[in-house]
């Protein structure tokens, strides 16, 4: 009897089995072609810190606070700073260990000056580990387009012109209703 109802089980089993396989065999593939197709990013996607630009002097936005590095809680950001003859803290140099960032986005939640900001690029992979330490430089350019400083910014789309827009025998008559 025990038998009898394994094999009932197992060809139950394999029934359904079957069923999952010709449902998905005929659902089109979510596969991207990777190097060809991008993934389209969500909005809250968070790539490494990169640091920003003011936009009139175009100089490095970080004020050499240090904040940013004391509040890693992998200590993987290193600031090399010297006092101006004005006594304020001058940006020699911003390390920072990509290779090890968690990227738990603390650092830029701490910066007061809004200097650093989560870039979007994931395509920084690298065998050596050597190449993963991004200095002042590389995370300037990293930053560049996101000098907006929102890191949930989204490109407006084009605006059509009012012509191109709608030919000129398809304009819809006025109903004189709100915002007219």
């Known amino acids: 009897m025990n038998t009898l109802e394994d094999i009932y089980r197992s060809s139950v089993s394999f029934a359904k089995g079957l069923g999952v396989t010709f449902k998905n065999l005929l659902r089109k593939p979510v596969t991207l ?7 389209v990013l969500p909005a809250g996607f968070r790539g490494i810190p990169a640091l920003l630009t003011e936009k009139t002097t175009g100089k490095a936005r970080c004020t050499a ?16 700073s010297v006092l101006g003859p004005d006594k304020k803290r001058i940006l020699n140099d911003y390390t920072l260990e990509a290779g090890r960032c968690m990227v738990c986005n603390l650092c830029v939640e701490a910066c007061p000056f809004d200097s650093l900001v989560m870039a979007k690029d994931y ?21 560049q387009p996101y000098e907006h400083g929102d890191p ?8 059509v012109a009012a012509a191109e827009a709608k030919p000129a025998g398809e304009a819809k008559p006025s109903t004189g209703g709100e915002g007219e």
């Open 33 to 39: 072609q990777y190097p060809d197709e991008r993934p």
């Open 65 to 80: 606070c240090g904040i940013c590095a004391r509040t890693c809680p992998l200590g993987i950001i290193h600031i090399d």
């Open 123 to 143: 395509e920084l992979a690298d065998y050596d580990p050597d190449r993963l330490v991004f200095h002042k430089d590389k995370l300037l350019q990293l930053g």
């Open 152 to 159: 949930f910014y989204v490109e407006p789309a084009p605006k």
